[in-house]
C-alpha cells in the first residue's frame, strides 16, 4: 500500500480550463510538497504546505492537515503546464519521504 | 546562484561496471537527497547526507550501493557491479536546513547495457 495515493492518474484538459490534482495521504506528516517534472527534465519544487494554503501565480496548493489531503489547482491553464505533478510528504518521524506516482496533465491548445 | 548540479546528465555503463553519480548543491546547503525514479514508478528516498555524515541510508540497497558528501567536493552516489535493474532516473535534491524546502538537480539517467 503507498502512503501516498494521487487522483487522477492522467488528467487531459482544454487550455484555459481550470485544474485540479488530489493527493490524500496516510501518515501524519510535518509538510507536504508539490513537485512538477516535465518530460525527460527535472523536478522542480513548487510548494511546501504544513497548513493552510499558498498562491504563486496560477497555482493554489491546498491542505487539509484533518483529512489528511491535498489539492493543487491551476487556473486559466496552458499547454506549458503539461508536466507531470508529484505530491511528497515528509512524515512526523525518521528522515524519509513519501511520493505519490504523480499525475500526468497535458493541456490541449 | 546556480542550482543543484547533477553530472553526468546521461550515463551508460554495461554491466558490471561501475557507475559514479555527482551532485553539487545549492551554495550554502549542506543537506542533501538522493532519490532514484525506476521507469513507470514514483520516486523513491535513498539516501539523506550532510556534510562528511550518512544520516539516514535506510533506502539505500544493501549491497553495491553507496554515497558520500565529503567535506570539500560533490555528493557521490556511487554503484558498483551495475545490472539492468539498477537503470534509472538519479535525482538529487538540496537544503540550506534539515528538511526544508528542497531543490532538486535535473536527475542523471543511468542505463545499463
Known amino acids: 500500500k503507498n502512503e501516498v495515493e494521487q487522483s487522477p492518474q492522467n488528467l487531459t484538459a482544454q487550455e484555459g480550463e481550470f485544474i485540479t490534482i488530489n493527493c490524500s495521504y496516510s501518515v501524519g506528516i510535518s509538510a507536504l510538497h508539490w513537485l512538477q517534472q516535465h518530460p525527460g527534465g527535472g523536478i522542480v519544487s513548487l510548494f511546501m504546505l504544513s497548513s493552510g494554503k499558498k498562491k504563486h501565480g496560477r497555482l493554489i496548493a491546498t491542505i487539509n492537515i484533518q483529512e489528511k489531503h491535498s489539492s493543487l489547482h491551476i487556473t486559466a491553464s496552458h499547454p506549458r503546464d503539461s508536466a507531470v505533478y508529484i505530491c511528497?510528504?515528509?512524515?512526523?518521524?525518521?528522515?524519509?519521504?513519501?511520493f505519490g506516482t504523480g499525475t500526468s496533465l497535458t493541456v490541449i491548445p | 546562484n546556480a542550482g543543484v548540479m547533477q553530472n553526468p546528465r546521461h550515463l551508460v555503463r554495461r554491466r558490471g561496471q561501475e557507475a559514479r553519480l555527482r551532485c553539487s548543491p545549492m551554495k550554502g546547503h549542506s543537506h542533501v537527497y538522493w532519490y532514484r525514479q525506476l521507469p513507470e514508478e514514483g520516486l523513491k528516498f535513498m539516501v539523506y547526507?550532510?556534510?562528511?555524515?550518512?544520516?539516514?541510508e535506510s533506502g539505500m540497497p544493501k549491497e553495491r550501493f553507496s554515497a558520500e558528501f565529503p567535506k570539500e567536493g560533490p555528493s557521490i552516489l556511487r554503484i558498483q557491479q551495475v545490472v539492468r535493474g539498477d537503470s534509472a532516473a538519479y535525482f538529487c535534491?538540496?537544503?540550506?536546513?534539515?528538511?526544508?524546502?528542497?531543490?532538486f538537480g535535473q536527475g542523471t539517467r543511468l542505463t545499463v547495457v
Open positions: 547526507l550532510q556534510k562528511e555524515n550518512i544520516i539516514d
Open positions: 511528497a510528504v515528509r512524515p512526523n518521524t525518521g528522515n524519509q519521504f513519501y
Open positions: 535534491a538540496s537544503s540550506p536546513q534539515p528538511w526544508d524546502e528542497a531543490f
